[in-house]
């Protein structure tokens, strides 16, 4: 390896970093305040209007807005993402004995409600460039009970409708999608959340269109909503507009189970929703220029998308790192000499699912041997998971790096971004062999 200028080195090698290493070098790259007066101002004011319960006018105001936005005829506002879930399996009529089929790479929080309702988490594997669901594998997993499949737009980037749709026409199981990281993003000129038979939203405090804590269930089927309203909007009458009269007996008080959203939150998200087209149009510039930077640079490549996606929300910016390229560079490696560049790089921070030890080993969640995690010896046939069972993610996600996403970029933010990968890219063999030296 010939001399190199030393000025050039990357931190990790004892040159001087890209970025300043302060706490503040990312906010001194992206000013960016998610909570601003106007947040701050509404919740001031439904306060003093006591609009504290129930669907109030900003409740129902805000609803309608994501209606129009989504295209969906219905859309309910709830507690949380969770409950968003827990509300569309409800209104899909999934119960004991069902199967919903998600991939391993999710955040627990989609599934969880499954097993909530008696029904069995399924995992399958993503595909290993776009880190979607793999239609394919999740096809090979259905049985007589599959009832849904949790299609999850990670990340911000957006599934293959088009197969998970012709999947479902096929077998008759319906989709549920995930926008909790994709908010605004769309797939052929169509809103994510409208295309499958439900859509469910997390509005928690890191979202991009935030209420603190909030969701939102959406759907054009008139049955999934009902239920939906059935099992979280106990005595909530104003704005719900039930169409038929299918459980109108039942009702103000449904099931008498309550998902019901904090107005405040509505309120702050009401605001957040304004801005969501600005922040993504922003967050996705800054996020094309980092990923063109990248084509010049081996063993680092953008994620893929599918044709026809227009991914949003951009809840996290992970790129694939392949060691090998890098001059046998391991990804922690990799991201420790990012971060000493300043650039705040991490890896995959979401366990795959069929690793931990609630769905590897089962659980009797109900106690005495009820429930769908049962495995023989706590009386039911729960197979569970092992290492090795989804070869895919279990490669990919642990070659993730995650990249800041900035939401107003100073100028030259990515330029700086690239710079720091380039740099530490170029002197990947120096530092594998720093490695290895300390490891003899
Ligand atoms: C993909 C996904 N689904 C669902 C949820 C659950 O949302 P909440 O935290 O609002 O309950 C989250 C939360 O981060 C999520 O990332």
């Known amino acids: 390896m010939g001399k ?32 601003t007066e106007a947040e701050a101002q509404i ?47 409800f209104g899909l009529g999934i119960g004991p004995g069902d199967e919903v ?19 069995r988490p399924v995992f399958c594997d993503i595909h290993p460039q776009t880190l979607m669901i793999d239609p394919e594998d999740a096809r090979r997993r259905i049985t007589e009970r599959t009832r849904a499949i949790v299609a999850v737009h990670l990340w911000g980037n957006v599934c293959d409708m088009d197969a998970l749709m012709k999947l479902s026409e096929e077998t008759g199981v ?21 295309i499958g038979h439900v859509g469910a939203w997390s509005l928690q405090g890191s979202k991009p269109t935030s209420a603190g804590e909030g969701g939102m269930v959406g759907t054009n089927d008139v049955d999934i909503f009902e239920r939906a309203c059935l099992i979280g909007q106990v005595n909530r009458v104003a704005g719900l507009d039930l169409v038929t009269d299918k459980y109108k007996h039942l009702q103000p008080l449904g099931l008498g189970v309550k998902f019901r959203a904090h107005p405040l939150g509505i309120g702050i ?3 957040q929703m304004k801005k969501l087209d600005e922040l993504n149009a922003r967050r996705r510039n800054h996020i094309q220029t980092v990923e063109a930077g990248l084509a010049g640079i081996r063993g680092v490549q953008p994620v893929a998308k599918y044709e026809g996606a227009e991914p949003a929300g951009f809840y996290g910016f992970p790129i694939h ?9 391991s990804t922690d490696r990799f991201i420790d000499a990012l971060n000493k560049e300043g650039l705040r790089a991490r890896g995959n921070g979401y366990p795959l699912l069929h690793t931990l030890p609630l769905f590897a080993d089962g659980f009797d969640i109900f106690t005495r041997g009820r429930g769908p995690l049962c495995t023989p010896e706590m009386g039911g046939d729960y197979q ?3 290492p090795g069972d989804f070869p895919i993610a279990e490669k990919v996600c642990s070659r993730l790096v995650f990249l800041p996403v900035f939401s107003a970029p100073v100028e030259n933010a990515a330029e700086q971004v690239i710079a720091a990968i380039r740099k530490v890219a170029e002197h990947a063999e120096e530092l594998a062999e720093q490695v290895a030296q300390a490891a003899d």
């Open 4 to 35: 190199t200028n030393h000025e050039n080195l990357p931190a990790a090698l004892g040159g001087a970093p890209v970025f300043v290493q302060t706490a503040e070098s990312q906010g001194k790259l992206d000013p960016w305040r998610q909570m």
């Open 269 to 271: 998200a009401s605001v």
């Open 101 to 119: 089929i998600t991939p391993t790479y999710n955040w627990i929080c989609s599934i969880a409600p499954a097993p909530m309702l008696m029904a």
């Open 384 to 386: 569970g998971y092992q």
């Open 174 to 194: 319906a989709i549920i999608e995930d926008c909790s990281h994709a908010h605004g993003a769309m797939y052929k000129g169509r809103p994510c959340g409208s």
């Open 321 to 329: 790192h392949d060691p090998e390229e890098m001059g046998g560079l």
């Open 43 to 89: 919740a001031y004011d439904m306060t003093l209007r006591n609009e504290l319960s129930g669907g109030t006018p900003v409740v129902r105001e805000f609803e309608q807005m994501w209606r129009e936005k989504h295209a969906t005829r219905f859309a309910v506002s709830v507690i949380n993402g969770t409950s968003a879930i827990h509300s569309a399996m």
